[in-house]
C-alpha cells in the first residue's frame, strides 16, 4: 500500500534574499565547521540561484509515501524504512500489529496513545524495538523506500519561513497562503502537526518546532553546544528496495547520553520537531540486504521511558511496561539526530 499524504504546489514571492545574504549552507558551515551536512538535509535544500534572484519561485511541497509489504504472522519483524516513515510488521508475537498517523498522533510524540483504529492490519510509521536485539549477526526484515525529489518538501530560508505565521490561531491566513480549502485532507495534516508543535513535551523533554535549516541548527546548539556532528540514515540505493532480509554487521554507539533528535513533519514546507531527550543512547547500524543493498540506519535507545502514555504503541507492540527496559527505533532517512562529539 502506498500513501501519499498531499502534494502542493504554491506561489511564494521571493525578493528577500540578495547576493550578499547568508545561505543556510553558508550558515551551516559558520556555527558547525567540523560536522558535514547530511545527505539527508542537502536534499531538501532548495539551491541557492533559485533563492537570490528576485523573481517568483515556484516552490514544490509534498510528503513521501509509505510502501508497505505483506507480513507473515507467528514468523519474526517486518520493517520499512523511507522518507515517509518507518513500517514495521510485528509477527513474532501474533497478529501483525501496526499505527498509523494520516493523520492522527504521531508515533515520536510519546504522549500519545495508540487508539483502536490506529492498531490495525498494516503497519505503517514506527519501528519500536529492544534494545538486545541490536548486536552483530542479528537479522531482521526490512523495507527501504524511496520517494520521487518532485515529492519532498523543502527548507525555505529563514526569513522567508519567518515571515509566514506558524500558530493554530493563524490557520485561515496559512490555508489561504498555500491556497488549501480548510476542510481538506491536507488542512487536516497542517492543523495536527501545528497541534503537535505547541503542545507541552513529556517532563524533562526540551522541545521546538524548526520551519528552517537555521533554526534547527539554532536549538540544537544552544541545546548541547557547538562541538556537535548531525546524522542521519542512509541507504546506498537510488529506488526503493523490496522487503527483504538485512544483517547487522555492526552496530557501533556514540558516545553521548544526550541527543536532539528531529522529526521531520508533514507540512506545506520543511518543519521538524526537534526534541532534546536525557537517558538516550544513539546508534548507526551497518546493515547489508541479501540482494547486497547496503544501509547505514540510525537507531534511538530511550533508556528512561517512564514519563511516556502507557498506552503508548512501542508498549502495545513490544509487550513491556513504562520504565521497565530500553525501548529504541530506527529513524526514517529524512530525520535527523545532533549528538555531542
Known amino acids: ?14 525578493s528577500l534574499l540578495g547576493c550578499r545574504a547568508v545561505t543556510p549552507e553558508v550558515y551551516w558551515k559558520s556555527l558547525l565547521p567540523n560536522s558535514p551536512m547530511p545527505k539527508s538535509v542537502k536534499d531538501i535544500l532548495v539551491s541557492t540561484a533559485e533563492w537570490t534572484e528576485e523573481k517568483f519561485a515556484m516552490v514544490g511541497v509534498g510528503a513521501g509515501g509509505v510502501e508497505v509489504g505483506a507480513g507473515t504472522p507467528g514468523e519474526q519483524t517486518e520493517v520499512g524504512v523511507g522518507r515517509g516513515g518507518v513500517a514495521v510488521h510485528t509477527t513474532h508475537r ?3 500489529v501496526c499505527v498509523g498517523v494520516h493523520p492522527g498522533p504521531d508515533p515520536f510524540n510519546y504522549l500519545y496513545a495508540a487508539s483502536a483504529d490506529q492498531l490495525k ?6 519501528l519500536f524495538f529492544l534494545e538486545n536485539d541490536l548486536h552483530q549477526g542479528g537479522e531482521m526484515k526490512l523495507h527501504f523506500t524511496k520517494v520521487d525529489p518532485s515529492q519532498k518538501t523543502t527548507f525555505l530560508p529563514r ?8 500558530s493554530s490561531n493563524k490557520l485561515p491566513q496559512i ?29 524533562g523533554e526540551e522541545k521546538y518546532c524548526a520551519t528552517s535549516l537555521e533554526s534547527m541548527v539554532d536549538f540544537s546548539t544552544t541545546k548541547l553546544g557547538k562541538k556537535v556532528k548531525a546524522i542521519s540514515t542512509e541507504v546506498n540505493a537510488k529506488e526503493s528496495r523490496p522487503l527483504q532480509k538485512y544483517k547487522i554487521e555492526g552496530a557501533k554507539k556514540l558516545v553521548a547520553d544526550k541527543a536532539v533528535v528531529c522529526h521531520k513533519k508533514n507540512y506545506a514546507y520543511a518543519v521538524f ?7 538516550t543512547r544513539a546508534y548507526v547500524v551497518s546493515l547489508v540486504g541479501v540482494d547486497g543493498t547496503k544501509a547505514k540506519a540510525v ?15 512501542a508498549f502495545q507492540v513490544l509487550k513491556v511496561k513504562p520504565g521497565s527496559v530500553p525501548i529504541c527505533h530506527f529513524l526514517p532517512e529524512d530525520h535527523v539526530v545532533w549528538v555531542p562529539y
Request: charged share 25%; hydrophobic share 30%; glycine share 2%.
Open 299 to 313: 537507531a534511538v535507545c530511550h533508556t528512561d521511558t517512564s514519563k511516556w502514555n502507557p498506552k503508548h504503541v
Open 273 to 279: 520537531y526537534c526534541h532534546k531527550t536525557v537517558s
Open 121 to 126: 492490519d498494516d503497519p505503517n510509521v514506527a
Open 1 to 14: 500500500m502506498k500513501f501519499t499524504l498531499f502534494h502542493v504546489y504554491t506561489l511564494l514571492s521571493v
Open 159 to 166: 526569513n522567508i519561513a519567518d515571515s509566514i505565521p506558524f
Open 175 to 203: 490555508y489561504n497562503k498555500f491556497s488549501i480549502k480548510p476542510e481538506s485532507p491536507e488542512a487536516e495534516i497542517m492543523k495536527q502537526t501545528l497541534s503537535e508543535c505547541e503542545k507541552k513535551g513529556i517532563e
Open 94 to 96: 501474533g497478529k501483525p
